[in-house]
């Protein structure tokens, strides 16, 4: 039987397949960084145990010294958390885990706005059940949905959060040469959301619409770019530098309970001393070393952060309030104080972990 002649399209294809481009490299896992998620997560929580002291004696020293000082004292040291949320969220988008595309975009946003939804109308049945509710339900339900609301006060971060993500990551997509339209569409219903509400308010009377709260300010997006800065940077602060440090982030939680107790309460997230105390921790936290083998709990507490964020003041509500009092002395109201935070971490990691495992992420952070 004769051989066949190979055709020219068969000797043609290459029998390879052609070299490609190196590889992008793999996005390293920075356990400082869930170190610091961690501890703006307890301190989340602290701000708002402590708080129930201050608001016990209504912020004033002569209604109870002793809850007056230990709530300050609490909620001025961990002050920082806010801050340090905005400054991981800038990290995220415009250094550890810069957007490929509009879709991956639209992922991560929705991945955070259905949890913030859910949580707020599960505050709000939840004071209706309590019949805690100063206005009705159906109300604060559609508010929800514009802006933060007093069942759920902790939530105003996230309507602040969101779009300050979304805007670092339009800018990053537009400067890496992609035309994200629908997020540019959606900020721009952000940024005119409010006069949008106010001009139908002027125009038809009608003056029941939702407040509108998707908004952020000039600080929280210094926060943010800032983090992005101090968190990328490539090496720890040298070991001469850090007693510094320390020294200047004592005087700066000094100085905002200073401020917390004898100028106003409670003190600005932008005042230079909440700033100051933010930036020292970042750089102390900085490519902190994390010992192997605490790193596999750390990250799954990271993961359960927000969810923690978002369930913990159910437990404050329901377990801290009732048990602090304006007549509790110093010594009575520091073990309350650190006793009940105990118990609020556990239980909102505990929940958070809990729903986790069966699946719920998604939709309850």
């Given at each position: 039987?004769?051989?066949?002649?190979?055709?020219?399209?068969?000797?043609?294809?290459?029998?390879?397949?052609?070299?490609?481009?190196?590889?992008?490299?793999?996005?390293?896992?920075?356990?400082?960084?869930?170190?610091?998620?961690?501890?703006?997560?307890?301190?989340?929580?602290?701000?708002?145990?402590?708080?129930?002291?201050?608001?016990?004696?209504?912020?004033?020293?002569?209604?109870?010294?002793?809850?007056?000082?230990?709530?300050?004292?609490?909620?001025?040291?961990?002050?920082?958390?806010?801050?340090?949320?905005?400054?991981?969220?800038?990290?995220?988008?415009?250094?550890?885990?810069?957007?490929?595309?509009?879709?991956?975009?639209?992922?991560?946003?929705?991945?955070?706005?259905?949890?913030?939804?859910?949580?707020?109308?599960?505050?709000?049945?939840?004071?209706?059940?309590?019949?805690?509710?100063?206005?009705?339900?159906?109300?604060?339900?559609?508010?929800?949905?514009?802006?933060?609301?007093?069942?759920?006060?902790?939530?105003?971060?996230?309507?602040?959060?969101?779009?300050?993500?979304?805007?670092?990551?339009?800018?990053?997509?537009?400067?890496?040469?992609?035309?994200?339209?629908?997020?540019?569409?959606?900020?721009?219903?952000?940024?005119?959301?409010?006069?949008?509400?106010?001009?139908?308010?002027?125009?038809?009377?009608?003056?029941?619409?939702?407040?509108?709260?998707?908004?952020?300010?000039?600080?929280?997006?210094?926060?943010?770019?800032?983090?992005?800065?101090?968190?990328?940077?490539?090496?720890?602060?040298?070991?001469?530098?850090?007693?510094?440090?320390?020294?200047?982030?004592?005087?700066?939680?000094?100085?905002?309970?200073?401020?917390?107790?004898?100028v106003h309460y409670p003190i600005p997230y932008a005042h230079l001393f909440v700033g100051v105390s933010t930036v020292c921790l970042i750089l102390l936290l900085n490519?902190?070393?994390?010992?192997?083998?605490?790193?596999?709990?750390?990250?799954?507490?990271?993961?359960?952060?927000?969810?923690?964020?978002?369930?913990?003041?159910?437990?404050?509500?329901?377990?801290?309030?009732?048990?602090?009092?304006?007549?509790?002395?110093?010594?009575?109201?520091?073990?309350?104080?650190?006793?009940?935070?105990?118990?609020?971490?556990?239980?909102?990691y505990g929940a958070s972990l809990l729903w986790e495992r069966l699946g719920l992420r998604r939709w309850l952070g």
């Open positions: 039987m004769p051989h066949s002649t190979p055709t020219t399209a068969t000797l043609s294809t290459p029998t390879t397949s052609p070299p490609r481009g190196p590889a992008p490299p793999a996005r390293e896992h920075r356990h400082d960084v869930d170190l610091m998620r961690v501890i703006g997560s307890v301190a989340v929580i602290l701000v708002h145990t402590a708080s129930s002291f201050i608001h016990a004696v209504d912020d004033q020293e002569a209604n109870g010294a002793g809850a007056f000082w230990v709530g300050h004292v609490g909620e001025s040291f961990s002050r920082f958390a806010v801050p340090l949320f905005f400054a991981m969220a800038g990290w995220v988008v415009l250094v550890g885990a810069p957007p490929r595309d509009e879709r991956k975009m639209w992922t991560r946003i929705i991945r955070n706005t259905v949890p913030v939804f859910v949580w707020s109308l599960a505050y709000v049945t939840w004071a209706w059940l309590r019949d805690r509710n100063d206005d009705p339900a159906v109300d604060l339900a559609a508010q929800s949905f514009f802006g933060d609301i007093r069942p759920a006060y902790h939530l105003w971060f996230m309507y602040a959060y969101i779009p300050i993500v979304a805007v670092l990551a339009f800018a990053v997509l537009v400067r890496a040469g992609k035309h994200p339209w629908g997020l540019g569409l959606a900020l721009l219903g952000v940024a005119a959301g409010p006069t949008v509400f106010s001009t139908v308010t002027d125009v038809t009377g009608f003056d029941e619409l939702p407040e509108f709260g998707w908004s952020f300010g000039t600080y929280q997006v210094i926060y943010a770019v800032g983090g992005a800065l101090l968190i990328g940077l490539p090496h720890r602060v040298p070991a001469r530098w850090r007693w510094g440090l320390l020294v200047v982030l004592a005087a700066a939680l000094a100085g905002t309970l200073w401020y917390s107790t004898q490519r902190v070393r994390v010992p192997e083998r605490w790193r596999p709990a750390l990250s799954r507490l990271a993961g359960a952060s927000l969810g923690a964020y978002l369930v913990h003041v159910f437990f404050v509500e329901e377990l801290v309030d009732p048990l602090v009092s304006a007549d509790m002395s110093g010594f009575a109201a520091a073990w309350t104080m650190l006793g009940m935070l105990a118990v609020t971490v556990a239980l909102s």
